[in-house]
C-alpha cells in the first residue's frame, strides 16, 4: 500500500511563496504520474499542476508561470508557488497514480492515492 504525506502548507502574504513536499512510501509498481489538486470551500477539487515519471508537466491555467511541479524521484513531488493570490488559499492535496500491467497482453490496473491534504492561506 502507498502513503502520501504532504507538507510546506501554511500562511503566506500576497505576493509571496511557499513550497509543498509530498513523499510517497510503500512500493510503486507500475507507470506513474503525480499531481497537486487544491480544493477551496465550497468549490471542487482542482487538478492545479502534474508530472508524468517521465518528466511532462502540465498546469492549471491561473498557475502558469507562478507554480512550478517538480519530481526528482519516482517516490517525491515538489510544488514551488510564487508569487501567490488570496485565490490561490486552498488545501492542497497531493495525488500518485499508478497504471499496473499485470502482464504484457493485459490491460493496466489503475490505482490512485492520495494524501491528507495540506493547508495554503494566502492573506494579508
Known amino acids: 500500500q502507498v502513503q502520501l504525506v504532504e507538507s510546506g502548507g501554511g500562511l503566506v502574504q500576497p505576493g509571496g511563496s511557499l513550497s509543498l513536499s509530498c513523499a510517497a512510501s510503500g512500493r510503486i509498481s507500475g507507470i506513474s504520474a503525480m499531481g497537486w489538486y487544491r480544493q477551496a470551500p465550497g468549490k471542487q477539487r482542482e487538478l492545479v499542476a502534474s508530472i508524468t515519471s517521465s518528466g511532462i508537466t502540465n498546469y492549471e491555467d491561473s498557475v502558469l508561470g507562478r507554480f512550478t511541479i517538480s519530481r526528482n524521484s519516482p517516490n517525491a513531488v515538489f510544488l514551488q508557488m510564487n508569487s501567490l493570490k488570496p485565490d490561490d488559499t486552498a488545501g492542497y492535496y497531493c495525488?500518485?497514480?499508478?497504471?499496473?500491467?499485470?502482464?504484457?497482453?493485459?490491460?493496466?490496473?489503475?490505482?490512485?492515492?492520495w494524501g491528507q491534504g495540506t493547508q495554503v492561506t494566502v492573506s494579508s
Open positions: 495525488k500518485l497514480g499508478e497504471a499496473v500491467y499485470p502482464c504484457i497482453e493485459c490491460r493496466p490496473v489503475r490505482n490512485d492515492y
